[in-house]
């Protein structure tokens, strides 16, 4: 019954499943004052836990505002500018609901998801001119102090301001819970910290009571120091979104999805940025250069379906290929593009541990081709080289012997398949400061 009592306040340790891959998809995510978390507001029942946070910490401020005005503590005054800070955070999330549903235009091809940030730079102001108006009169009380009257209306406002910031906590942890959103959960037990800042306010009037009139500003300038860190906190996370940040984790993911389909070799770039509460992320892969145009897009469109599982924001995944890095070496010529009737391709020289090898890579052909490289060495003297499938891979063709120096040269590429044969001439030329 105990165990039940301490869980349902959210004292509890609860284990929930993340998904197929037994690993939680949300990423890592901490409390911001400036930006609402994404993973909360892709849920009705995040939003509907940050409405209701929102209403009980504006209830909650009033209260204090009213206690503020007959008792003139500067302390509860402090208490009450931290309190507007948290309950304002949600008024990003509700401009930037707002305006997302309008359909981006031919001015804003993305829409307008970026007025969150300009919503969140307002926010910080805000709190920053709060930050300082309470520091002021903290500081105006210790040089010039004055008495504080109501006593004990200022007690009960600082547990007015406990209690609110435990059932705001109480609320979120639940709802995080229940949603598996650690972003929510850690915003609960944010709240709870807050609370305990309230009830400094209690120790201030305490201290009032036993004689010490310099008990309130003081705690008053503590509860500034406090807002000051949320404002450095909160500036933070707002300019990183502006400047396209976003949390390591996210790139984090983005690599850790693409492992999980088969057929990429690696990522070689992933980008993300945010676009108020939805993520674009930009991601390049490399493959094979001897797959199928329908085995690409298959590759495509399943590191995008792993994306959409990874990360719960996500709202446009853009998959590219690279092709991996050239396995020739600086003093090789440049290669050769294959475009024939019976195969399309590239034709390089390579280094292997072998040796110096050419090698056609071929991304279509006829069924059963062959192929012959004719090096024209002049005075009627002609090189073939023949190119065999490279540990059976009928996509890759490759020399067993290197072609003579120098590496430039003019020659034919010759295929064939049953009885139609194709020529193919190029030439070759080594780079400038390493001819032969």
Same mark, same amino acid.
């Not at 004990?152 to 979120?172: K, P």
């Not at 930009?282 to 085995?295: K, M, N, R």
């Given at each position: 019954m105990w165990n039940k009592v301490l869980d349902w306040f959210g004292f509890g340790n609860q284990d929930h499943s993340h998904g197929e891959h037994g690993h939680d998809h949300h990423g890592p995510h901490g409390h911001t004052h400036g930006v609402i978390d994404a993973t909360i507001a892709t849920t009705d029942r995040g939003i509907w836990a940050i409405k209701w946070s929102f209403i009980i910490l504006a209830v909650t401020a009033v209260i204090q505002i009213g206690v503020v005005a007959i008792s003139g503590s500067?302390?509860? &005054?402090?208490?009450?500018? =931290?309190? *507007?800070?948290?309950? +304002? +955070?949600? %008024?990003? &999330? !509700?401009?930037?609901f707002v305006l997302a549903r309008r359909k981006p235009s031919k001015t804003f091809t993305y829409g307008l998801g970026r007025v969150e940030d300009l919503a969140g730079i307002v926010i910080v102001a805000i709190i920053l001119f709060?930050? &300082?108006?309470?520091?002021?009169?903290? %500081? =105006?009380?210790?040089?010039?102090?004055?008495? @504080?009257?109501n006593l004990? !209306?200022?007690?009960?406002?600082?547990? @007015?301001?406990?209690?609110?910031?435990? *059932? *705001?906590? @109480?609320?979120?942890i639940r709802i995080g819970r229940e949603i598996n959103s650690a972003a929510l959960i850690a915003d609960g037990f944010h709240a709870r910290t807050d609370g305990l800042t309230s009830l400094a306010v209690v120790a201030g009037a305490i201290g009032v009571w036993f004689g010490f009139p310099l008990a309130d500003p003081i705690v008053g300038l503590l509860i500034t120091i406090a807002i000051f860190g949320i404002v450095w906190q909160s500036a933070r996370s707002v300019l990183t979104r502006m400047l396209d940040g976003v949390e390591p984790g996210i790139v984090e993911e983005i690599e850790h999805a693409a492992a999980h389909v088969p057929g990429i070799d690696k990522v070689a770039e992933a980008k993300a940025r945010w676009l108020g509460h939805k993520l674009h992320v930009?991601?390049? *892969?490399? @493959?094979?250069?001897?797959?199928?145009?329908?085995?690409?897009?298959?590759i495509s469109g399943n590191l995008e379906r792993e994306l959409f599982a990874h990360i719960p924001a996500l709202s446009v995944a853009t998959v590219r290929f690279v092709t991996p890095e050239p396995e020739s070496h600086h003093h090789a010529p440049e290669p050769f593009q294959v475009k024939g009737k019976l195969a399309n391709g590239l034709l390089e020289i390579v280094d292997t541990d072998a040796g110096e090898r050419m090698r056609l890579r071929v991304s279509r052909h006829v069924e059963g081709m062959k192929a012959t490289v004719r090096i024209l060495r002049g005075h009627g003297i002609v090189e073939t080289i023949p190119l065999i499938p490279l540990n059976d891979d009928h996509h890759i063709l490759q020399s067993t012997v290197a072609p003579t120096e120098p590496h430039e040269f003019d020659a034919e590429l010759r295929l064939s398949s049953n009885s139609m044969t194709e020529e193919l001439p190029f030439r070759m030329v080594e780079p400038e400061g390493h001819h032969h």
């Open positions: 500067v302390a509860l &005054l402090a208490d009450t500018i =931290h309190n *507007v800070a948290d309950a +304002t +955070t949600a %008024i990003p &999330l !509700w401009i930037a709060s930050a &300082l108006f309470a520091g002021y009169e903290a %500081i =105006h009380r210790l040089i010039n102090p004055q008495p @504080v009257t004990g !209306w200022l007690t009960a406002a600082g547990i @007015v301001g406990f209690i609110g910031n435990e *059932v *705001v906590a @109480v609320f979120r930009d991601v390049a *892969v490399v @493959v094979s250069d001897s797959l199928l145009l329908a085995e690409a897009n298959a």
